[in-house]
């Protein structure tokens, strides 16, 4: 008898849990309705930034909104769980209306649940200020759906300063000469590379820069669709090239194995300290940001544009923050087409921890020598390409102990065993494109 | 929406007069109305997401189509998967018994001290703090440089006592006119015969480490009847010519040298001026090679490699282990202090030595607490998470992967698969059923 009255508890209660989800539903349903009609109207915005980030972005609302001042912008941070944050409202139907997705990985996926909008009518104006392969960044199969306000610049590698100056060399400009930075360094008795390989993605940007200056765009727009395997010859040579960064163990600061558990917040450390334990590493823009030094910029530390490989052009390698939108309201587009203008990225650039990939912002803006350099090679390069790995269903290209991470962390433990590796890179790509 | 009419209608202050004997109401309405709060937060928390996973676990990633067993078929035929569940199988078996067992023997051994107390606060300890921030703790003590993490340097302690570091332990010979390696130190690969002069260079020595009082090197003379040499850094900034001694590259000054014969074995050793120059007197017609002995090269020990590949998985067990077995001691040293002494004190009289006291009287007597503190260990083993996550490094994840680990890097990670996700908390909920079952049966026979 005990059991059969909670039962039927349960069923009520269960019955009660069911009616009241639905209710949600419908309740969510109705908001986007009644929000659509309203002319002047309000966006809610969705995107990585947090602390002072959101500061800057919030000052960038702020000029936005003394342009249109009947709309309200509303930002919420996401923080690190952007993706799944955005997947469950996406599901749930409760999405923002714009966000910024540094994954376009991400935005195919919304795109073909038809979750996000086009944005084809802004094309035009993407094209013009950020010029064809940025708008492209932000195209799924023709159509443009995201608009890359925040860029960053993964072709820059950094290096201390005092370490360069006791081994006696100069930033170099193509990679044989990097290869002589490192011998001379290494004959210094200074480890030439700090390496954080622990998650495997500062070794897959290394990869994607070579990549890209090695074999060229066409290459690299085939290899990012999978419309060539990774057991490619191109996949292998560049592997190979990268041996002279990684197939040593004493190239690297902590030798091979130390290499496989420091955090890229680490790696930076080491060569951005005092008392150095690396000369150079090879990382993105933001490597300044993730770790505290007392060393100077441009005196302390510095940035070299990642070399060319055989006379390739000026390329960068980058990543970004893309906006799309979830609904189409008049205050969405107005706020999408202000992310086109150099305005909207002056406001943050001022600020600093920006780069823009919009060609037509003045330089100087910036408020350091460094972010000068790394930015401007951004807007001014003659090849842009989205980071490779975040073009890869995310499971594939963009997981910790998975898939491309995976492979490049198996590379850097045995670099001698390409052919295994690459075959192992193939059948993760194959099982992620089913 | 039952319920919920039930509880408006139950609201009013005392049920209604007729109602007052037996009634219906009375029998169901009111322990309803008791249950409801209870009831209610079950089924939202509980009940609906349990069932909504195992709904979802039969849906593709982005949960718009049917896909029927699919997401349990990858389950079982993805090797990363396949290794998360055979590491939760290697936990079971290992650290349930290991956390009894250590707890067992710390509590026993206790019994017998005198400030058992103060050793019984130390082993609770860890279980004060988060097994999240236990395993940040263990993750720093398991780094590899001796120079951090605290169980390397423990062992570099022993170890650099038993082989100091050599004086140049990182140099490497500037060009191939130097042969060998760390092992046998490095030997001049061409003979040379008295009235020669050897040149060793040496290079990746760091500026800061060529040992003090070091000047210019010099090629000496040659010395009739004898060999004379340098060993200098052979570098410059900017890198120099290897193999030439240049201005501005320094001699190494205290460096031991050593002669060697044909054979190989060593005729005669001297050490470096500070100019790097060196010189044997008298020396007998015939070849010879110079060389600079191993221990000149010899490393400071480099640390294990506790968060590798190979060693990540009892690395994290250690820890949790080290975490629980002060809960495992709390338990069964009260289920010791329960059992009546006098039935040990007879087995004592009638000439039992301990051991048989402890395996015959002790452990049988113990036998329902050690079984409680097993079977809670088991449940919590199967869904280990926290820990492995905040030890393991990203690129050794794959290899410490529980099921736990899996289900949440599946879901929210990176590959936002929720169907296959769902897939594998199902199965890890399957798993814990049949000790939570072991677990109620029991607890309602001993009530």
């Known amino acids: 008898m005990r059991y059969g009255s909670v039962f039927a508890a349960l069923a009520a209660a269960l019955a009660f849990a069911a009616a009241g989800c639905g209710g949600d539903d419908g309740g969510g349903g109705g908001d986007a309705a009644s929000g659509s009609e309203d002319v002047s ?354 499971g594939f290209g963009a997981t910790a102990g998975q898939g491309l991470w995976k492979g490049f962390t198996d590379f850097v433990a045995n670099p001698n065993n390409i052919d295994k590796i690459t075959q192992q890179m193939e059948a993760d790509a194959k099982k992620a494109y089913k | 929406m039952s319920v919920d009419a039930q509880t408006a209608e139950a609201s009013p202050a005392g049920p209604p007069p007729e109602a007052y004997k037996g009634s219906l109401w009375e029998r169901y309405g009111v322990t309803a109305v008791f249950l409801a709060p209870a009831l209610i937060f079950l089924t939202v928390w509980i009940v609906y997401p349990t069932l909504s996973t195992i709904r979802r676990s039969f849906y593709d990633r982005d949960g718009s189509s049917f896909i029927g067993f699919d997401n349990y078929e990858t389950l079982f035929t993805d090797d990363t998967l396949f290794t998360a569940i055979r590491n939760n199988f290697l936990w079971i078996l290992i650290v349930p018994a290991f956390v009894t067992a250590i707890g067992l023997v710390f509590a026993v051994l206790l019994e017998r001290v005198r400030f058992s107390t103060a050793f019984k606060v130390a082993v609770f300890m860890p279980m004060a703090i988060s097994l999240f921030a236990a395993g940040v703790i263990w993750r720093l003590m398991y780094e590899k440089d001796p120079a951090q993490g605290t169980v390397n340097a423990g062992i570099a302690v022993v170890k650099d006592a038993v082989t100091p570091s050599g004086v140049l332990s990182n140099a490497r010979p500037s060009t191939d006119a130097l042969q060998g390696g760390p092992k046998g130190g490095l030997e001049l690969k061409d003979a040379i015969q008295p009235g020669e002069v050897a040149q060793l260079g040496l290079t990746a020595i760091r500026e800061s480490e060529v040992p003090e009082g070091a000047e210019q090197a010099v090629v000496p003379e040659p010395l009739a009847g004898g060999i004379t040499g340098v060993v200098w850094r052979d570098f410059k900034p900017g890198g120099g010519t290897p193999g030439r001694l240049e201005q501005g590259e320094l001699g190494l000054p205290g460096v031991t040298v050593e002669l060697r014969d044909d054979g190989g074995s060593q005729v005669a050793e001297t050490k470096t001026e500070p100019n790097g120059t060196f010189r044997f007197e008298d020396v007998e017609p015939g070849t010879y090679r110079a060389a600079i002995g191993p221990e000149t090269f010899q490393t400071p020990y480099a640390g294990v490699s506790w968060l590798g590949a190979g060693l990540i998985l009892p690395s994290i067990m250690i820890a949790y282990i080290w975490v629980w077995a002060g809960f495992s001691m709390v338990v069964i040293a009260a289920g010791l202090a329960a059992i009546p002494r006098d039935l040990l004190e007879a087995a004592r009289t009638d000439g039992a030595n301990e051991w048989q006291v402890f395996r015959r009287i002790t452990i049988p007597l113990l036998a329902p607490v050690l079984t409680v503190v097993f079977i809670t260990m088991l449940i919590y083993v199967l869904k280990v998470f926290d820990i492995v996550i905040a030890i393991a490094p990203g690129s050794v994840q794959d290899d410490a992967n529980v099921i736990a680990l899996a289900m949440w890097r599946t879901s929210f990670g990176g590959v936002n698969d929720f169907g296959l996700g769902a897939a594998i908390a199902v199965f890890l909920f399957l798993l814990v059923i049949p000790v939570l079952a072991i677990n109620i049966r029991r607890f309602r026979r001993e009530v």
Do not use: C
Request: hydrophobic letters at 40%; zero cysteines.
């Open chain 1, 41 to 394: 109207g309000n966006v809610s915005v969705m995107a990585i930034w947090a602390g002072e980030e959101q500061k800057s972005f919030q000052a960038v609302i702020d000029a936005f909104e003394e342009k249109f001042p009947n709309v309200t912008v509303k930002y919420t941070s996401g923080g690190d769980n952007l993706a799944p944050i955005l997947s469950t409202a996406v599901q749930g139907g409760n999405p923002p209306t714009i966000a910024a997705l540094g994954q376009p990985g991400l935005m195919a996926e919304f795109a073909k649940q038809n979750a996000i909008k086009p944005i084809d009518n802004l094309q035009a104006k993407i094209k013009d200020a950020f010029g064809d392969d940025v708008a492209a960044a932000g195209e799924v199969d023709g159509t443009q759906y995201g608009v890359m306000y925040k860029g960053s610049n993964k072709s820059t590698v950094w290096y201390n300063v005092a370490t360069f100056e006791e081994a006696g060399v100069e930033a170099p400009k193509t990679w044989d000469e990097l290869d002589q930075v490192r011998d001379t360094v290494k004959a210094a008795g200074i480890t030439p590379y700090s390496v954080g390989v622990d998650l495997g993605w500062p070794i897959s940007d290394i990869f994607e820069n070579v990549y890209l200056r090695n074999s060229g765009e066409e290459k690299y727009d085939q290899l990012s669709k999978h419309e060539i395997p990774w057991t490619d010859q191109s996949v292998k040579d560049a592997l190979t090239i990268m041996k002279d960064v990684v197939g040593q163990s004493d190239n690297m600061v902590g030798g091979t194995d130390g290499a496989l558990q420091t955090e890229m917040p680490d790696s930076v450390a080491n060569v951005f300290s005092d008392n150095p334990k690396g000369s150079m590493v090879i990382i993105g823009d933001f490597a300044p940001g993730v770790t505290e030094t007392t060393l100077q910029p441009v005196t302390g530390y510095n940035v070299f544009d990642f070399p060319s490989i055989d006379g390739s052009k000026p390329s960068v390698v980058g990543g970004g923050d893309l906006f799309v939108k979830f609904e189409d309201t008049p205050a969405a587009d107005a706020f999408l087409e202000y992310m086109t203008t150099p305005e909207a990225a002056e406001v943050w650039a001022k600020r600093g921890g920006f780069s823009s990939p919009n060609k037509d912002l003045d330089l100087s803006v910036y408020p350091d020598e460094i972010t000068r350099t790394t930015a401007g090679a951004l807007a001014k390069a003659e090849t842009f390409r989205f980071d490779m790995s975040d073009l890869q269903p995310a």
